[in-house]
């Protein structure tokens, strides 16, 4: 009973903490401009399906993907033992769907209890990649202080939840062969459950009664304050993606990649310019009048709310910035790194605003106090981090809006640019060359 | 002098023709001494294959391209709109241009600003070509030689064109070798996003002499490639070396060009 009200307390609470960050961070990510990402379900569907659900650019390393697909197995899996283990809990019963699946039963526990070993590998496998292999893209700069801890607690705490099943199945395992264990007696004197029916003897079989008993509820408390603690850890992590990643890729960009945004208001403004009828001095027509935007981004305001989803849906695996010509030469950029900076930005703006309202101005901005302008000239737009992101994020569009509000708003560039727009405006080429000699080359 | 037949939209309109597709050839296709030489490989096929074609000639003017990836939106805005104006003007349904980055404009982002029309590169050209059996290659000089395709970006992960080049090579009866980053994992030269105009960040390496050191490990004797800035690029690349005298850079289309002997 009293057990009942204090998982009853635990879950509702879990659950409300929660529901009250991740509306947060839709809060956030709504601070971001329009773009209308609705066009063409179907093919949203299939990208989703086939990049989240599916994985299909993990594959493109083989080795991290396949451990990260038996974690992810494992996780999506286990959900369904959670589902008793949220009925017992209120219920005060024991293994309460065992007698009525019956061998069903027995099967699904076993698959879990499969997928939990290969899970249990691959995150072993995980944490020594990233602490004694020291694999290069988990140990570039920007992989420090909370971004290399993050990434340990999360394998720490998938080591800690699957430890915990094993401790639960295990000793029950020797409980019921006993007749001491809480599930039904089915008079079987075994579950058998693929795993724990041989390690709960091994690990378990020499302990007392009460040990046992011990270590079945540690077990099973562990695993589902494991959850709860997991659950609302999520909010604050990279491991938030295995949620992002499924609206993330459904609201992928479906155009060509090298198709950059036409800025909508510039068009207006040049095709005034370019139209001899036009009335400069006359009054904009009803409903005409926007806000004035800025062109680009200097903050994280200025970015799509897409860019914003795409930066709380990273987990910082850094294929992107494996990828990244500008990186592997050894420049500041770091496209993963922009991601980072973006969601570390976009959490202090939206603190200020839900503390001190929307005009409020902490005189930070995304743009020269996160990321500099030597990490944004170094971008040669290849689009190889974008091609390579596993949930479909576009970091390339961030480095983009920023040079727009570089060299829009603040004329700031590289001096050699100047001069190259300063030829296509004169002459029409990025060279100093006179127009009239366009076509010398037929005669030379 | 060359004979090469290269007529202007104006002149073709003057004398009342009409061509079947533009040639845009691009600044760099049109003021680079090593680009003019792909320009004329492709007027060579061009006029081989007797494919009525103009180009813009003096009317032509950039796309705008490094514009707006250096972030300057007004300038490829005005730049797209004049020659949107001057395209229309020629009443032009059909480019083939020689540089990915033109194409990639052309194509993607000009149809949002009234611009629309059919845009190829010229390796897609010239494999229509080859296939509606206008044109016939084979080998010569370069049978059995080790050929790698550098993928230019702009070509390939922005437009997903990675076949065309690819085929046209594999017609030569060489070798084709891919290099271990190629296609979709292809590495960028190093001149994309308006870095051609600029110099480099600093860091421990050039972009362009990275790839090279790709393309090296697979002891090509030819170093293909379908985009101007790339050509140039990895001929520094391989300057760089000192393994000019060994491997050649070459436009897919000079390659063509050469086989067929034109």
Redesign the interface.
């Known amino acids: 009973m009293i057990s009942g009200i204090v998982f009853g307390i635990l879950l509702v609470g879990s659950f409300g903490f929660f529901t009250w960050n991740v509306w947060k961070i839709r809060q956030n990510i709504l601070l971001g401009r329009e773009l209308d990402r609705t066009d063409n379900p179907k093919e949203r569907w299939r990208t989703m399906i086939l990049v989240a659900f599916g994985q299909k650019k993990m594959f493109?390393r083989p080795i991290p993907a396949i451990l990260h697909l038996f974690i992810y197995a494992a996780f999506v899996i286990t959900q369904i033992e959670l589902i008793e283990i949220v009925v017992d809990g209120f219920s005060g019963h024991h293994r309460i769907f065992r007698p009525a699946l019956g061998g069903f039963y027995t099967f699904i526990i076993s698959f879990i209890e499969i997928l939990s070993v290969l899970a249990f590998v691959a995150t072993i496998a995980f944490l020594a990649r990233r602490n004694l292999l020291k694999i290069p893209r988990f140990t570039m700069r920007e992989m420090v202080g909370w971004a290399k801890t993050d990434a340990n607690l999360i394998l720490f705490f998938e080591f800690l939840l699957v430890t915990c099943i094993f401790m639960m199945n295990g000793a029950d395992e020797v409980l019921y062969s006993r007749g001491l264990s809480h599930a039904e007696n089915l008079g079987d004197g075994s579950f058998g459950f693929a795993v724990t029916q041989h390690i709960g003897p091994a690990f378990f079989g020499g302990l007392s009664d009460g040990a046992l008993h011990v270590i079945e509820r540690i077990g099973w408390w562990g695993h589902i304050v494991m959850v709860f603690v997991f659950l609302n850890y999520l909010p604050f992590s990279k491991h938030f993606h295995i949620l992002l990643a499924f609206p993330n890729t459904y609201y992928s960009n479906l155009?060509?990649?090298?198709?950059?945004t036409?800025?909508a208001s510039?068009?207006n403004?040049?095709?005034l310019?370019?139209d001899p009828t036009a009335d400069p001095f006359a009054a904009p027509a009803d409903g005409a009048v926007a806000e004035p935007q800025r062109?680009?981004a200097k903050d994280v305001t200025d970015l799509t709310w897409k860019s914003l989803l795409d930066a709380y849906t990273c987990t910082e695996c850094g294929r992107c910035s494996s990828?990244c010509?500008?990186n592997?030469?050894?420049?500041?950029?770091s496209p993963r790194k922009i991601m980072m900076e973006t969601r570390d930005r976009l959490e202090v703006v939206g603190d200020n605003i839900r503390k001190h309202g929307k005009e409020y101005d902490d005189g930070k901005s995304l743009l020269f106090d996160h990321i500099t302008e030597?990490e944004i000239?170094?971008?040669?737009?290849?689009?190889?981090c974008?091609?390579e992101c596993p949930v479909n994020i576009d970091p390339l569009s961030i480095i983009?809006e920023?040079?727009?509000?570089?060299?829009?708003e603040e004329s700031k560039?590289?001096s050699?640019?100047t001069?190259?727009?300063t030829n296509?405006?004169n002459n029409?080429?990025?060279?100093q060359?006179s127009?009239?000699?366009?076509?010398?080359?037929?005669?030379? | 002098m060359s004979n090469l037949r290269v007529p202007t939209m104006a002149e073709l309109m003057a004398s009342g023709e009409t061509a079947e597709i533009l040639f845009w050839v691009g600044c760099s296709g049109s003021f680079d001494d090593r680009a003019k030489k792909i320009t004329k490989a492709i007027v060579k096929i061009l006029n081989h294959c007797d494919v009525k074609f103009g180009v813009l000639g003096t009317e032509e003017s950039c796309t705008g391209d490094p514009a707006k990836r250096a972030g300057n939106e007004f300038t490829f805005q005005m730049q797209a709109m004049m020659n949107i104006q001057v395209l229309d003007g020629y009443e032009v349904k059909k480019i083939v241009t020689g540089c990915p980055h033109c194409f990639n404009t052309l194509k993607n982002e000009y149809p949002e600003l009234g611009g629309t029309y059919e845009v190829i590169h010229h390796t897609q050209l010239i494999q229509e070509l080859i296939d509606s059996g206008k044109l016939t290659v084979q080998g010569g000089t370069y049978k059995g030689k080790k050929i790698t395709f550098h993928d230019p970006c702009y070509l390939g992960r922005a437009n997903d064109v990675y076949e065309a080049p690819r085929e046209l090579i594999t017609k030569l009866d060489a070798e084709l070798v891919e290099m271990k980053r190629c296609k979709t994992n292809g590495l960028c030269c190093g001149a994309g996003g308006a870095q051609m105009f600029k110099e480099a960040e600093k860091g421990n390496k050039e972009v362009n002499v990275l790839r090279t050191e790709d393309a090296l490990e697979v002891a090509p004797e030819i170093i293909a490639t379908g985009c101007p800035f790339c050509n140039t690029m990895m001929t520094d690349g391989v300057k760089h070396f000192e393994k000019e005298q060994e491997i050649k850079v070459l436009d897919v289309a000079e390659l063509i060009a050469n086989a067929a002997d034109l």
């Open positions: 493109q155009e060509k990649k090298g198709r950059f036409n800025l510039v068009t403004e040049v095709k310019m370019m062109f680009g990828a010509p500008a592997q030469t050894g420049k500041l950029l030597e000239w170094a971008c040669t737009s290849c689009n190889a974008v091609q983009m920023m040079r727009r509000y570089l060299v829009m560039m590289p050699e640019l001069g190259m727009l296509i405006e029409g080429a990025p060279w060359f127009p009239t000699d366009r076509l010398n080359w037929k005669d030379e």
